[in-house]
């Protein structure tokens, strides 16, 4: 191999998306908004709870979705970040008695932190090398989590069991179906935020990173801070569906973090649509039901499905629910032709 | 100083683990410029087959040689088939695909040979070597076939003419493609070669870990630290990466209080890391300069 220092021309980490194509047209919204709505009025307690499920990986895959199609960065390790917001509120429910709601922004700010923290040596990352930390850092947080040494406050390999809320006020609807709407009003709240940001400087700051580093330093973006910056806002939002994740299952123990919530998360966005916000809920309803429809084939099935459709997506729709809306859309206008 | 010595001996036994997983991960760093996440359930799933024919009574050396034949073919196929496709693909994308085959093959172990932990024999037996306190045969055992692997490597690369097609074909393709050579075939086979080496580093560590399908997530973690830390680009440097690995975490696990078997992938993490920040070419590799 010759001596001679190597150049590269870096490849694009992500393809771009441009910004008008993030996000749904009001009509479409209004219409997915009133199904989310109503659906729970007329189904099983089981389903609520799975629908809350789906807002919550949701609302963590769009998190990741924020800090890939947004600014380009690679993330293997966001079960880190879901464990920390899961843990937190835990532990502040169970061992300080703090309100359900309130444990929310907590976690959301702790892992603000800690995704910002991490964000500063993945800062000089890219590409592979990022994805390689990170992955690192998802086989690492169940091991951390287990040490004796937190055992007070996490319950060591046992985990912690949280009480579920009550509806406020009276209210007289069940446990789940308050549960439903309370996390319905966060991801909404989260999803109009996340659309604004992406829509503003930041946002636009995020996206000529992604595009094009150097050119978009040269425009006098501060690529540290703002690459830094995704890294704390993705991380912030999967803590909050963490902590959501935690009050939704009653329950957070260790091994419920292990790289393959990671991976089912990173597998959500690619089949939601890397950069399409509206594909998250897509991509949470695939790594929410799919596991469900494999395990029922054959026991411990579900990692080949996942795999097997995984490599489809790649080959036939590379760009995952957006395409496939897409496609849909134009159908659509041509028959009203 | 002989627990120092014993812990450093024991360190290199493991070492040498890493080292093979180190550079299988090199090799196809190498080829694709990617690091291939599915290197250490590819190696779990190559044991699996090796395990699977002793069972039905084929001898340990015979199934052994059996294993890297069939782990190299497979390397060849999973390239042509599922990643010669990606090649211009956006990083993400590859990194998609990865995670699906790590996801397919964890998977299909599982549902062929179940989930319960399997006892490994090893050829080496586990007496003291030369009636030494420090380490076993088995460890020892390990060692030579790492270093044998790794001259055989050196020479391949070194003295045949394919060995140099394949040096070039990884650092300037184009140029390698005019003086004719198939560069693309030069990429599988470079798949298969890293699939052959990981296998014998499943096959090697499968005795001390034991047998099941999620055995090598913390072992492929310890392989990338170890090619980060000897340089991504550079096989050698990988495996002087494996062993100083090896060394690093039984000396932090004997002599700081407090961080034992619990803290072991952490401490990966922290290695993986401190390297990426201070030194992102590591100990051997080049420097990547950007072009803007």
């Known amino acids: 191999m010759s001596a001679a220092e190597e150049i590269v021309a870096e490849g694009q980490a992500v393809e771009a998306v441009p910004k008008r194509a993030m996000t749904l047209g009001t009509g479409t919204s209004l219409v997915v908004l009133a199904v989310l709505l109503l659906v729970p009025l007329v189904v099983k307690n089981f389903i609520i709870f799975q629908m809350t499920m789906l807002l919550i990986y949701g609302v963590a895959v769009l998190a990741l979705n924020i800090l890939t199609g947004g600014s380009g960065q690679f993330s293997l390790g966001q079960s880190a970040f879901y464990a920390i917001g899961a843990y937190t509120s835990a532990i502040l429910m169970e061992t300080f008695n703090v309100n359900y709601a309130l444990t929310l922004p907590v976690a959301g700010i702790i892992c603000f932190g800690a995704g910002f923290l991490f964000g500063q040596p993945a800062l000089r990352l890219s590409g592979v090398y990022l994805a390689l930390a990170t992955f690192a850092l998802a086989t690492a947080m169940p091991q951390l989590l287990k040490l004796g040494y937190f055992e007070k406050w996490t319950g060591g390999v046992q985990g912690l069991v949280v009480e579920k809320p009550d509806a406020p006020f009276g209210l007289p609807i069940g446990q789940d179906m308050w549960l439903y709407y309370f996390t319905l009003a966060i991801t909404i709240a989260i999803y109009v935020a996340s659309i604004n940001l992406l829509r503003s400087r930041s946002g636009r700051a995020f996206m000529a990173i992604r595009d094009n580093e150097i050119a978009a330093s040269a425009m006098g973006i501060n690529v540290a801070l703002y690459k830094t910056l995704a890294f704390g806002v993705s991380a912030g939002i999967t803590g909050v569906a963490g902590g959501l994740g935690a009050i939704a299952v009653q329950f957070v123990a260790p091994d419920s973090f292990t790289i393959t919530l990671a991976i089912q998360l990173f597998l959500g966005m690619v089949v939601g649509g890397v950069g399409w916000l509206p594909g998250s809920i897509v991509g949470a309803a695939f790594i929410i039901f799919v596991p469900n429809i494999a395990e029922g084939v054959s026991k411990g099935l579900s990692g080949a499905v996942f795999g097997v459709l995984l490599f489809l997506v790649i080959f036939l729709v590379p760009h995952g629910a957006r395409q496939v809306a897409m496609v849909a859309q134009q159908l659509v206008g041509k028959l009203k032709k | ?292």
């Open chain 2, 1 to 292: 100083m002989e627990l120092f010595a014993n812990q450093v001996l024991a360190g290199i036994a493991t070492g040498a683990i890493y080292a093979c997983m180190a550079l299988a991960v090199v090799m196809i760093y190498q080829a694709i410029d990617h690091l291939n996440f599915a290197q250490g359930e590819m190696a779990m799933f190559s044991t699996f087959i090796s395990w699977q024919l002793m069972q039905w009574g084929v001898p340990y050396w015979l199934a052994f040689v059996l294993t890297l034949g069939f782990s190299f073919v497979a390397g060849i196929a999973i390239e042509r088939v599922l990643f010669k496709p990606l090649a211009k693909a956006p990083i993400l994308t590859n990194v998609a695909g990865f995670i699906a085959l790590y996801s397919i093959i964890n998977s299909c172990a599982g549902l062929i040979w179940d989930f319960t932990i399997k006892q490994y024999p090893t050829p080496f037996g586990s007496a003291p070597f030369l009636g030494s306190q420090l380490i076993s045969t088995h460890q020892a055992g390990m060692i030579g076939i790492t270093l044998l692997m790794l001259l055989g490597l050196f020479f391949f690369f070194r003295y045949t003419r394919i060995g140099l097609a394949m040096r070039a074909a990884a650092s300037v393709p184009e140029s390698a493609r005019l003086v004719g050579i198939n560069t693309s075939w030069m990429i599988a086979l470079g798949w298969g070669m890293a699939a052959a080496i990981g296998s014998v580093a499943g096959m090697m560590i499968a005795p001390v870990v034991f047998l099941e399908p999620n055995m090598m997530l913390g072992v492929l973690i310890y392989g990338f630290a170890a090619a980060v830390l000897g340089g991504l680009t550079s096989p050698f440097g990988a495996v002087i990466g494996g062993f100083l690995v090896g060394i690093f975490e039984n000396l932090v696990g004997t002599y700081i209080p407090g961080v034992g078997n619990e803290l072991k992938l952490p401490i990966a993490l922290a290695l993986i890391i401190t390297v990426l920040v201070v030194k992102p070419a590591g100990l051997f590799g080049r420097p990547i300069v950007k072009r803007v």
